[in-house]
């Protein structure tokens, strides 16, 4: 079950049938199946206080996942930055939607065991980012 929560901000608007269809199809390329994933909204301060308070990390972020996985089932909490996500879409000059769900699939991805942190997994990230957008626009 993928569920979908808010805590400060508004619930951005987007197709969440079509988001769990897309989730699900991109878990199963990398042979997982979805469990339990539980997105959280929030703003920048709240992702800051949740940065700080569970890794540690004095700074804001567009998205932090929280791995809970079970074999080849992923489960986790994914805290997603709205703002953060608003900033960056200008920063990058994309969409806003075009963010969100750059982001959405990105805490997705983790849980299916991509990293970016360390040297050179950053561009892995994004290259399977483009590979689950692109995935995301053959979907009906």
Excluded at 75 to 95: C, F, M, P
């Amino acid at each position: 079950m993928i569920t979908y929560n808010v805590d400060g901000v508004r619930m951005p608007k987007f197709h969440k049938r079509k988001a769990n269809k897309w989730i699900r199809a991109v878990a199963a390329t990398y042979g997982r199946k979805v469990g339990e994933v539980g997105y959280m909204f929030v703003d920048d301060e709240k992702i800051l206080e949740t940065n700080r308070q569970y890794l540690g990390h004095d700074y804001y972020t567009d998205v932090i996942t929280f791995d809970y996985d079970e074999g080849d089932t992923i489960n986790g909490d994914i805290v997603i930055s709205l703002d953060t996500v608003r900033t960056n879409s200008e920063k990058y000059a994309k969409s806003f939607d075009d963010e969100f769900r750059r982001v959405l699939i990105h805490g997705i991805l983790h849980l299916c065991g991509i990293n970016d942190k360390g040297p050179g997994e950053r561009e892995i990230m994004e290259a399977n980012e483009n590979k689950a957008l692109a995935l995301l626009v053959g979907m009906k």
